[in-house]
């Protein structure tokens, strides 16, 4: 017996919700405008931070190119497994502009094409142009080929969002009141500090927030490309954006893709919501950190004869000092993944060295604090893209494309 994955009341809320925001094509098209770099750049202006881009324009000039570096070490790209690069804490405008100012300085750093950003979606970010600032460097400016905005539950949000989104789809919610107008969705397992990452836990129909959630923050700031940490969440997202091409998102190793064993059952609900040209809202899944490379390889390999479209997988080349186990480093993993042909995509949510706010705390700071400290946190990326920068030009250097920002070309 098969059981559909969500039933007839679960696709109605989400229909009601996403036709509430005008409908699918509405919803398309005002995401397509406002990611047109001159319309971000008069959003910005009007809510100050115009200075900014400036900035963060003259930087990017003197970001290096991949070219150069190909053809001073005489590289030829021959061999089979494409690398994408990625870092992860590019957490906000002042974060992403200090880090593009350390590697403008160095002269030498070549910039990753997928950028990665655990801020939690409060109103502050939304709505004040600190995220459209930070999507307008990294994809205007610098060309990231996906900015990943990160959607987490326990996100505080005013009270009467919560109703309104009860009054569409008839579904409650269990929320705390935080007073001044502002509530907050209840995680009974707080398996971190953080309230279960913020998120991972989606109990009851909590789901139908992280689509209002994500629906709002795109028509808002264009954002496009999306974490995704939960089994419910993955099949509403899958649900929700078939007919919003704009749409894509990322599973997260939190949702422990360990083994093909959990691998086949994501398959199985990506295939459940194809969109109808036969491809689907899920870009990237990372396969989790403790995975043996051929485990990596076998799910791709599965996911290659199952007939569903393309996805990218991603594995944690380094993570953390609070996230796993201390030393970790998939780097020779990764180099056996790739010389079998496979191709794969690098994540940095570390350089591999204890440094202050390279840690999961950093990622839940308050707005303000964030900001007051982007020179701290700005350092730990940056050394992130430097450690993310040796490896891919050493994956070059075996022979294998290696993929960065549109800015690291000419």
């Known amino acids: 017996m098969y059981f559909n994955l969500l039933s007839d009341q679960d696709m109605k809320a989400i229909d009601s919700l996403i036709a509430d925001y005008g409908g699918h094509r509405a919803i398309s098209e005002q995401i397509r405008q406002v990611r047109e770099y001159k319309a971000r750049q008069a959003i910005i202006g009007e809510k100050g931070h115009g200075k900014m881009l400036e900035q963060a324009e003259a930087y990017a000039k003197r970001f290096p190119k991949v070219d150069d570096f190909i053809k001073k070490e005489n590289i030829k790209t021959s061999k089979k497994g494409i690398c994408t690069t990625q870092v992860s804490g590019f957490q906000g405008a002042y974060v992403t502009l200090d880090c593009m100012r350390r590697v403008a300085d160095n002269g030498d750093v070549l910039f990753p094409t997928e950028m990665i950003s655990v801020v939690a979606l409060t109103d502050h970010y939304v709505y004040s142009g600190d995220l459209l600032a930070t999507l307008a460097m990294s994809e205007n400016i610098i060309g990231a080929s996906r900015f990943c905005s990160t959607c987490l539950l326990s996100t505080p949000w005013p009270e009467h969002r919560f109703k309104r989104v009860e009054k569409i789809t008839g579904e409650k919610f269990d929320r705390r009141d935080l007073g001044d107008g502002i509530s907050q969705i209840i ?12 998120g991972v836990e989606v109990a009851d129909n909590n789901h139908l927030i992280y689509v209002d959630t994500i629906i709002r923050t795109a028509l808002e700031t264009g954002a496009n490309f999306f974490l995704n940490p939960s089994w419910s969440t993955i099949t509403a997202a899958c649900y929700f954006a078939r007919k919003i091409p704009e749409l894509s998102f990322k599973i997260s190793m939190l949702l422990s893709t360990q083994n093909a064993v959990q691998f086949r059952m994501l398959m199985n609900i990506v295939k459940a919501y194809l969109r109808d040209d036969g491809t689907t809202p899920i870009y990237e899944i990372n396969i989790g950190n403790g995975a043996s490379p051929e485990t990596f390889l076998q799910c791709a390999k599965e996911l290659k004869a199952s007939g569903l479209p393309h996805i990218h997988l991603t594995a944690h080349l380094r993570i953390n000092p609070d996230l796993g186990m ?61 450690r993310c920068d040796l490896d891919a030009r050493e994956i070059m250097k075996r022979g294998h494309e290696t993929r960065f920002a549109r800015i690291s070309y000419k």
């Open 187 to 198: 995680l009974k397992n707080m398996g971190t500090p953080f309230g279960n990452l913020g």
């Open 326 to 386: 201390v030393d970790f480093n998939w780097t020779e993993n990764a180099f056996k993944v790739l010389d079998a042909g496979c191709d794969l995509t690098i994540k940095y949510e570390s350089d591999g060295t204890s440094r202050p706010y390279d840690t999961m705390a950093a990622y839940f700071l308050p707005d303000k604090e964030r900001d007051d400290k982007a020179d701290l946190i700005g350092d730990v990326i940056y050394h992130k893209c430097i």
